[in-house]
Each structure stands twice: as structure tokens, then as C-alpha cells.
């Protein structure tokens, strides 16, 4: 009987502290948020009391203005958009490089992982400052491309506070959060399914197609939920790369709350953000599921 | 479906459908029957021609028949051995290995090997680890490159083509079976990949599962199979698209006793029933003599000897071979008479010991005898013993194994030798105990002579 209380309190002592944190820190700002949502704003910014006049104000004013301004919709389906394209495009550099990773000998192997969570080692506004002086109209990349363009009697085109650079930067940024994943499941990878693949006449795309990109997919699919839900509220990278027109979600909600000062819509524009990341999350899953057969086999394939 | 019945020159200009049941009961003894004799003389063009060796029953004689029927498009033709050379040329041979080398940095893994297989064969390469087996396979498979001689498929050196243009398939000792697919997904792999009309690929698919007898079991995922299981669907994946010839590296290693020999005598079957060309790799010298119809037994690189499993038993050609191939008792000596098939060995710390042989020798010259435990028999006296070469000894040792027992006999001069007598022998009636004086005695023709 001891034992079996002692047990208990000794689980506590792990699993209390984490939970206490999470507690404090994400869930209670994560209800006073929805209950924000719900607020009128105040005169001058903030909220107004809840209680007034006896009566406990909470309201749907702030869902009904999401729903029906369509410009917050645009915006909001525009952000999907450039955390899909941030997510093919580091799917397709990242596949390459976390492959070589994986086939390179020990040595090298470790090396190439250092290189690829290097930039972590520098801040992330320097590094996305970084891209201005790179992207900057005086810099060699700008003249390059200028220099190109006029030859083939185009205009020259600004690179810097541009959806170009605003989609570099993103991929610059999100690539090591989908190389890691990858180059784990690929690492794993057994070479006797590929050459029973080739045995049984696969060519080298057959046998990309058919074994290897299927049985990374527990992979690719961590790999774009890492870069997927951060890149969908970012607000940064626009903010400092982009011209206004370039303005995703995160930009809006950062507004909301630092300049318009409007409480309650910054708070309902988080909650669809934060809806919105996890029902794609789980469609994805769902998805997932589905074309990898049993979720068992994958399981096996990493073994 | 044509069935065509005995009588060898019946076959001549006969047309018959490429999935025909052919029997030959040919006047001496000789009978093939091929539920799939589809073994084609050239898979690169798919040419529907086949070569079948007509094989007389073991127990009528050990002599191989020369007789053979080949399928050229939809005639059907007999050719005798003769015929064969000028109709195919003189490759006469499925795969011919042409001295063949691999070196990895210093390491010499495959020597200057040369095998010629034959269609229809079940062949082994038998050896210990490191023999170089399994980088033979892995070079007729195509995923490795000899870096001397070459290595001909119907008579095409294979060099220039990938492990994906090879018309052979390799059951891996893993399985490899892709965990992402069904049974069924697994089986209907190699056929995608040959862009077989999808419409046909369900019927191959069952047709290949009835054949490892797996049928009901096309839905199932590789991780809900037994070992047992999953090899069959790996055999099954690697003959649905009827290869020239089956590559198995180790495939029963992974599996228990019991389990290993039941799937034996399925290889043996399966093989017998589909007609294609196995070639073998194992380091179990008892699986390599039930399984196969000639073993190539390697040793560092080199192949020691090529021969049946009997033959290579009894008749063993080098010290290697008469020791890897179970157990056997290597009498070194010099020879002291040599008459017309008959030597007699001065054995040191054992004494004169005769032995017949076809090999020529002469006195002084070093020899060797090989001699099976089983060949020896213990008596308590010397007067009991009836043999040519008897000697004294000790039992040191024996052990018992149910079905027969191990003696080891020690002579005066210290020289150990193993006996192995069958516990079952009628009239046996006396059990030896360790430290009993016997003789040992056994006929001359049972040592088999060793040059050396």
C-alpha cells in the first residue's frame, strides 16, 4: 500500500512541474484569450469592464466583423497560401540534403547536421536582416539579376520588400524544421527494400516513388507540420522583408493588439488561427493514415 | 492445353500452347513433369523457347540423362544432347560464371571463379562466412561488378546491365518485403514494374500465392505474418514474373529448426513444380546436401569443388571439402605402396592404412586419407574385427544422441579418432563406456584417398 502511494507521488514529481507550467502559462492565457474574444474593446484600446451595470457583457460583435469583412478572410486564406508554398518549397530542398545526409559516411554525416542548425546559433531578426543587405537593390544579387533582366529588355525589378523576398525568407527559416525530421525517418531506412525494389526491376525513379518516399512519409509529414504552423503565423518576416500588401495574419493580429489596440478582434483572429492550424494538422494526419495503409506498417518501416 | 506422352519422337514439329503440361516417359526411365516449363532460352527478347533437362529417378540411377526438349516459339522440339551444342551454340550452359574475381582494397573476397549452371538446376554455393558466397550471388544479381572475368546469361555477358534489366530475382535473407504493401501489393510489384496489363495482375497474383501456398492471405500486412510467412511471400514476389533464375541468399538462416526444415522440403517442391534455375547461398552444409542437385563448395575466394551431394560426400576432392562436409577423420601420412587401385598410407601415430583410389600416386609421396565416422566399426576384440585395417584403441569420450552415438578413440600413440555407430543397428547389443579397449576397424574402400 505504501509502495503503491509512494509510486504515485513519485509520478506527481515528474509529471507537476511541467504540468503546473503548462498551466499557468499556456492555458490560462489561452482562456483569458477566448474569453477576450468574446469582450467589447475598451475606449482607449484594451477591454471594457466586463461587469457593467450589473450586467456581464460578452458578445459575438468581434466573430460577426471576421465573418462578414472579407478582407480579413483574403488575408487569412493568403497566409495558407504562402505557409503551402513555404512548405513545398523546403519539402524540395529539404528531401535532396536530408537524403545526402543520411548516405554520407559518419564523419561527414555530422558535420552536415551541425551546418543545417548553424543559423539557430545566430538570432532570428539579425539572420532576417541579414536577407535585406543580401537582397538589398546594391547588393551583387540585385545587380545580377538587374543586369539580366535589362539585357533581355526587361525593367529591373526591386528584389527587397517584395512576396519574393517575404517566400525566401520563410524557406530560409523554416528548412532545418523540415530537413531534421526527414533525415531522421531517412536515416532509418533499410537498403535491402530498395535493392529488392531494383532486384524486381524498379529504375531509380520507380524505386524513389514506390519505396522510399512512402516509407518517409511519417517523415515528410512531421517535417511540414513544423514548418506549416509557424510559418501561418509568422509576422516578422512580412514585417520587415514585404511591402504592406504582403501582410499575412500574423502581421494583422500583432496590429490588432500593439496599434489599433483592438483587444477582443486580435484575440478572435488568434483563436481562427489557432482553429484553423490544428483542423489542418488533423485533416493531414487523417490523410496520412489513409495512404499509409495501417499506421502499424509505417511504424515498422522506421524500424 | 496440349498434354504430350512418352515417346521422345512424338515431340518433333508438335505445336503446343505456351502453358502446356508436358510429361516425357521416355523408353529409358527418364521423366520430367513441368506445370510451368517456361524456362526461356532467351528472356531478353521473351521469346517463349524453354530448355528442360530430363532427369531419370535417383533411385534407378545416379546417371544423369542427356536428353532434353526445348520449346523454340510454339513448336515444340527434342533435341539430344548433340543436337543441343549445334542448336544453342555451345553455351549449352543457363549462367556461366568465367573466372570471376572481386577484390575489395587487399581483401581477395571471389578468386578466379569459373561455374557453369545448368537450367532447371537447384545449385548451391556452400561455404563458410567470408567464402566469398554471398558476393557471387550479389554479382550475378547485378549489384556488384566482378573486377575480372565475366559472368554470361544464355550466352550475354551480363556486365553492362543494371540489377533491373537482369531477367534473375533474389530472395534476400531480410525478406525485403516492402512494409508499406499488402501481401498482394508486394506480389504485384515486380509486375507493375514489367508493365504487365493491369487487368492480368490479380489472376498472376493468385496464382503466385497458391503456389507458396498463401492463398487468403493477400490482404495482410508484412508485419502480420510469421517468418515462415513472410519468406514465402518473398519466394512468391521473386517468381511471379517467371525469372530465368532464382537467387536465395540465406533465405531460411532467420528461421527455427523445425520451421527450417519443413520449408526445406517446400523449396525442394516448389522448385521441382515451377522448373526454374535456383541458385542457392548457405553456410549449412546439411541444407546445402538435402536441398541441392550440385554444390559448388567455396573456400577463401575459391571454389574447392563442384560436384552432387553424394559425391561430395563420399568422394571429396580436397582436405577442405572432406572436412566441411559433416564430419570426417583426415589421416595424414606418406605413401608407402602403391599397386593398381590400391595405396597403403604410413599414418603417423596410427600405423599402415590401405585405401582404394583412381588417382595415380607413387611411394614417399604425402597423402591423405578421409574417412567417415559411420565407416568405422568398434568391436571389444580384435577377433571379432573382420576388416582390412584394424587398430587398437581407447574410447575417451562418447556422446550419445539418441539416434546414434559419438565415440572417441584414442590409439597407444595418441591419435584421436571420431566413430559414429548407429544406435538402432540390429543385434547391437553392446554400448561402450568411456576408457573400454576396442578395435577399430574398416574396410579399404571406405577411406577415401586425398592427394596432397
Redesign the interface.
Known amino acids: 500500500m505504501a509502495a503503491r502511494s509512494d509510486g504515485r507521488l513519485g509520478k506527481w514529481l515528474v509529471i507537476g512541474p511541467p504540468l503546473a507550467y503548462l498551466l499557468v502559462f499556456f492555458a490560462a492565457p489561452a482562456l483569458i484569450m477566448a474569453l477576450a474574444s468574446f469582450r467589447t474593446p475598451g475606449e482607449f484600446g484594451g477591454l471594457s469592464p466586463l461587469l457593467e451595470n450589473g450586467k456581464i457583457d460578452l458578445n459575438l460583435d468581434s466573430y460577426a466583423r471576421f465573418f462578414t469583412d472579407s478582407i480579413y478572410a483574403q488575408i487569412f486564406l493568403k497566409s495558407v497560401w504562402y505557409a503551402l508554398l513555404t512548405t513545398l518549397f523546403c519539402l524540395l530542398l529539404a528531401y535532396p540534403l536530408a537524403t545526402l545526409i543520411a548516405k554520407s559516411g559518419k564523419r561527414h554525416r555530422d558535420l552536415l547536421l551541425l551546418l543545417v542548425i548553424l543559423p539557430f546559433w545566430s538570432n532570428f531578426l539579425i539572420r532576417i536582416y541579414a536577407w535585406m543587405i543580401i537582397l538589398g537593390p546594391n547588393a551583387a544579387l540585385a545587380r545580377m539579376v538587374n543586369g539580366v533582366l535589362a539585357w533581355v529588355g526587361h525593367e529591373p525589378v526591386p528584389l527587397l520588400f517584395s512576396s519574393f523576398a517575404v517566400l525566401i525568407c520563410l524557406v530560409y527559416v523554416h528548412l532545418p524544421f523540415m530537413v531534421l525530421p526527414l533525415y531522421a525517418n531517412l536515416e532509418k531506412h ?1 537498403q ?2 530498395v ?9 531509380a525513379w ?1 524505386r524513389f516513388w ?2 522510399t518516399f ?2 518517409s512519409l511519417p517523415g515528410v509529414y512531421a517535417g511540414a507540420a513544423l514548418v506549416f504552423i509557424p510559418a501561418l503565423g509568422i509576422f516578422a518576416i512580412p514585417d520587415i522583408l514585404g511591402e504592406p500588401e504582403d501582410s499575412l495574419i500574423g502581421n494583422v493580429i500583432k496590429q490588432q493588439f500593439l496599434e489599433t489596440r483592438d483587444w477582443p478582434f486580435g484575440s478572435v483572429l488568434s483563436i481562427v488561427l489557432t482553429v484553423a492550424a490544428l483542423a489542418i494538422a488533423g485533416f493531414a494526419g487523417w490523410v496520412a493514415r489513409g495512404s ?3 499506421p ?3 511504424g ?2 522506421r524500424a | 492445353m496440349t498434354c504430350a506422352e512418352t515417346g521422345a519422337a512424338g515431340f518433333f514439329g508438335e505445336r503446343i500452347a505456351s502453358s502446356a503440361v508436358i510429361t516425357l516417359g521416355a523408353s529409358d526411365n527418364a521423366s520430367v513433369t513441368n506445370k510451368n516449363p517456361l524456362l526461356i532460352v532467351d528472356p531478353f527478347q521473351n521469346k517463349e523457347g524453354c530448355l528442360i533437362r530430363a532427369q531419370a529417378p535417383t533411385s534407378l540411377s545416379n546417371r544423369r540423362h542427356e536428353m532434353r526438349i526445348a520449346f523454340e516459339g510454339a513448336t515444340l522440339v527434342l533435341l539430344q544432347s548433340g543436337d543441343l551444342q549445334r542448336e544453342v551454340g555451345s553455351a549449352v550452359a543457363l549462367l556461366e560464371i568465367q573466372n570471376v574475381s572481386r577484390r575489395f582494397g587487399d581483401f581477395t573476397a571471389v578468386d578466379q571463379v569459373s561455374i557453369a549452371i545448368e537450367a532447371g538446376e537447384f545449385f548451391t554455393l556452400l561455404g563458410p562466412s567470408g567464402c566469398g558466397k554471398t558476393t557471387l550471388l550479389r554479382m550475378i544479381a547485378g549489384f556488384d561488378l566482378p573486377d575480372g572475368g565475366r559472368i554470361l546469361l544464355t550466352g550475354e555477358d551480363l556486365a553492362d546491365r543494371p540489377p533491373e534489366q537482369r531477367p534473375v530475382r533474389t530472395v534476400f535473407q531480410s525478406y525485403a518485403l516492402f512494409p508499406h504493401m499488402t501481401v498482394e501489393g508486394n506480389i504485384a510489384f515486380p509486375l507493375q514494374m514489367a508493365k504487365t496489363p493491369a487487368a492480368e495482375i490479380p489472376g498472376k497474383v493468385e496464382e503466385a500465392l497458391a503456389d507458396v501456398r498463401l492463398l487468403g492471405f493477400g490482404k495482410r500486412y508484412p508485419h502480420e505474418l510469421s517468418g515462415g510467412q513472410k519468406q514465402r511471400v518473398a519466394i512468391g514476389r521473386a517468381l511471379v514474373t517467371h525469372p530465368t533464375m532464382l537467387l536465395l541468399d540465406e533465405p531460411l538462416a532467420a528461421l527455427d529448426a523445425k520451421l527450417r526444415e519443413e520449408m526445406q522440403i517446400e523449396l525442394i517442391n516448389l522448385q521441382k513444380e515451377v522448373g526454374i534455375t535456383f541458385v542457392y547461398v548457405t553456410h549449412d552444409q546439411t541444407e546445402a546436401l538435402a536441398l541441392s542437385h550440385r554444390i559448388a563448395v567455396m573456400n577463401k575466394g575459391r571454389v574447392e569443388q563442384v560436384d552432387q551431394p553424394s559425391k561430395l560426400y563420399n568422394f571429396p576432392s580436397t582436405r577442405f571439402v572432406a572436412d566441411f562436409i559433416g564430419t570426417c577423420n583426415l589421416l595424414d601420412g606418406v605413401v608407402i605402396a602403391a599397386e593398381s587401385g590400391t595405396v597403403t598410407i604410413e599414418v603417423e601415430g596410427l600405423g599402415p592404412v590401405r585405401a582404394t583410389t583412381m588417382l595415380r600416386t607413387a611411394a614417399g609421396a604425402r597423402a591423405t586419407i578421409a574417412l567417415r565416422p559411420e565407416k568405422i566399426r568398434i568391436e571389444p576384440t580384435a577377433a571379432d574385427a573382420v576388416c582390412e585395417n584394424r587398430f587398437q584403441g581407447t574410447i575417451t569420450d562418447f556422446l550419445y544422441l539418441g539416434d546414434v552415438t559419438v565415440y572417441r578413440v584414442s590409439t597407444p600413440s595418441s591419435n584421436k579418432l571420431e566413430a559414429l555407430l548407429a544406435n538402432s543397428n540390429a543385434g547391437r547389443t553392446e554400448f561402450f563406456e568411456s576408457r573400454n579397449q576396442v578395435t577399430m576397424s574398416w574396410p579399404a574402400d571406405a577411406g577415401h584417398f586425398l592427394d596432397s
Do not use: H, V
Not at chain 1, 535493392?195 to 529504375?203: H, I, T, V, Y
Open positions: 533499410d535491402a527494400l535493392d529488392a525494389a531494383q532486384d524486381l526491376g524498379a529504375n520507380q514506390r519505396i512512402p516509407l499509409l495503409g495501417t502499424s506498417s509505417a515498422e518501416a
